[in-house]
């Protein structure tokens, strides 16, 4: 997610910038590219999108995908032009500096575990005045975070960013953090490993976008072709691993994601996906109006936009014709 409390501007923000554009190729034969930029590594929790893209490249959708250190990044990359399409949630970028971009299709809500080392915290109240680690500036983990600190009345020494759920997981295991949030594979790693040392605070109440696909207003609306094919690929993709979460072990054979993923981790591909059909993870119809409604309200609460949630305009952070194009041909969910 995308969520700045203290956006930074993009002037100040370009050296940092341009460390990933650099990665991002930019010739003229690529023009025709689908350029989408993830801020994060990928892991065992994209396999599902990376399945999903290769098969919009099956209906031709030439998609060119760039891994960068952060979604703050990614989401300047599609800013300025040097991206398509981006990763995130970016509601405070569009606010403060009412960047021309805009969320299409939602991927994810947020579902994580604040994990502590037992040994030192047991509860929130602990935490007072304790350093916490997250997954990036502004992504949907600070603001759990910094909602828990308003509701808990408490007051974290300082926030650091440890981008990948797995990388604060095994940071956790190693004792190099005390406090952070994981994903459901960490919080399952965490009980294997070390049965008993660590303690899941409890986080009830929050339902917001974790992920979801944005875009220069500008590229979709002279790319909808292009935008309906992967929004069509994504949805039955998520309904498809809702229905059979083992397809994402298929298609991680198919399509050679993450060769070299540990055998450790490639084990945990199946009750990860199990865990999250189960739990009804998968926005079915991809978010759209109702979804921002729900963001309005957890992040006006949680600081990450101002304003009353009511006061919000769906149009003003998110473009839904693609989505409501694709729901008209595949049904709603």
Do not use: C
Not at 229 to 257: C, D, F, G, H, Q
Request: proline residues 4%.
């Amino acid at each position: 997610m995308e969520m700045f409390k203290g956006l930074v501007s993009l002037k100040a923000s370009a050296a940092a910038l341009a460390v990933g554009v650099a990665l991002i190729a930019s010739n003229a034969a690529e023009a025709a590219k689908v350029r989408v930029v993830y801020g994060d590594i990928p892991s065992v929790e994209s396999l599902h999108l990376l399945a999903a893209f290769e098969r919009a490249k099956e209906k031709g959708v030439d998609i060119e995908m760039t891994y960068l250190k952060s979604e703050d990044i990614a989401a300047q990359a599609v800013v300025g032009g040097q991206a398509d399409i981006g990763v995130g949630g970016p509601y405070a970028l569009v606010q403060k500096v009412k960047a021309p971009i805009r969320m299409f299709m939602q991927l994810s809500t947020l579902r994580f575990y604040p994990a502590v080392n037992g040994e030192f915290y047991k509860n929130w109240k602990d935490l007072n005045g304790q350093e916490v680690a997250v997954h990036s500036r502004g992504s949907g983990t600070e603001a759990i975070m910094k909602l828990m600190e308003q509701r808990q009345g408490i007051k974290f020494s300082k926030i650091s960013y440890i981008p990948g759920a797995e990388v604060r997981t095994g940071a956790l295991l190693q004792g190099n953090v005390k406090a952070t949030i994981v994903d459901s594979s960490g919080r399952r790693l965490l009980e294997q490993q070390a049965p008993g040392k660590f303690v899941i605070l409890p986080l009830e109440g929050v339902n917001a976008t974790d992920e979801a696909l944005f875009a220069n207003t500008n590229f979709l609306e002279k790319n909808a072709a292009d935008v309906d094919k992967i929004v069509e690929a994504i949805l039955t993709t998520w309904r498809e691993v809702t229905a059979n979460p083992a397809l994402v072990s298929e298609w991680r054979a198919k399509y050679k994601l993450l060769p070299d993923l540990p055998a450790a981790q490639a084990g945990d591909i199946g009750p990860y996906f199990e865990e999250l059909a189960k739990g009804k993870a998968f926005p079915l119809n991809g978010g759209g109006a109702a979804a921002a409604k729900d963001d309005f309200a957890f992040y006006t609460l949680s600081g990450q936009l101002t304003g009353e949630p009511a006061s919000l305009k769906v149009e003003d952070f998110w473009d839904t014709r693609s989505l409501d194009r694709v729901l008209a041909k595949l049904g709603s969910k």
